[in-house]
């Protein structure tokens, strides 16, 4: 069965490019992006490392880090990181898992057999430091991610964790806010001081209230 959205992310025991882990272990109490790319030596994947690699600092800022995995074996990541480096201006600075016997994949339902039974597509796992998968998508290996688009997503999610809002349509960092239909207008007074316009009455904007 596919992993649904709050569920506890399933834990594993994998060699990586820095050392064996027990993926709650590694976890620790980071947030972590948990994401397949369908083979090394591929050109859209290059790209995508050396772009998640740039990305450590932002990481960082929101108290999460990357993990990436294929089912290529070991020797291989290390190979290829030496491509991924050289092209993309970046030291890599996260773990590859290799994933040879496929089973952190199949546990995670990154292999699709109708788009290629023996490699994994473009899978995302948002992971908080619960364990707990709050955000997944998916893309073919044709197409590139947005890393840009998962820092957004981690930023609302810390938001929204922290504040009784909902983020609108390509909200980004410092834009006003949803209150939640949930929180009444007596109690949103209360909740946000600095005030919030009503549209309408399930539909009410609030500059973000952490800023």
């Not at 290059?46 to 990436?68: H, P, V």
Request: proline share 8%.
């Amino acid at each position: 069965m596919s992993l649904l959205l709050g569920d506890t992310a399933p834990d594993f025991t994998a060699d990586t490019t820095e050392g064996p882990i027990r993926f709650h272990d590694w976890i620790g109490d980071k947030w972590v992006v948990f994401f397949s790319h369908p083979a090394d030596f591929t050109p859209v994947c290059t790209t995508e490392l050396g772009f998640t690699a740039k990305l450590k600092d932002e990481f960082a800022k929101r108290n999460a880090k990357a993990i990436a995995l294929s089912v290529d074996p070991l020797d291989q990541h290390k190979a290829w990181i030496k491509d991924i480096e050289e092209t993309q201006g970046t030291a890599m600075n996260f773990p590859i898992i290799a994933d040879v016997n496929k089973e952190v994949s199949t546990l995670y339902t990154m292999i699709h057999p109708k788009a290629d039974p023996k490699v994994t597509v473009r899978a995302v796992y948002v992971i908080d430091p619960n364990k707990k998968i709050r955000a997944t998508f998916t893309y073919p290996p044709s197409a590139g991610r947005n890393f840009t688009e998962v820092l957004r997503l981690i930023d609302s999610l810390q938001l929204t964790d922290g504040y009784k809002v909902a983020t609108p349509v390509n909200w980004t960092d410092g834009d006003d806010v949803i209150v939640v239909p949930s929180v009444s207008d007596a109690d949103a007074d209360k909740l946000f001081p600095k005030g919030y316009k009503k549209i309408k009455p399930y539909l009410r904007v609030t500059p973000q209230p952490n800023k």
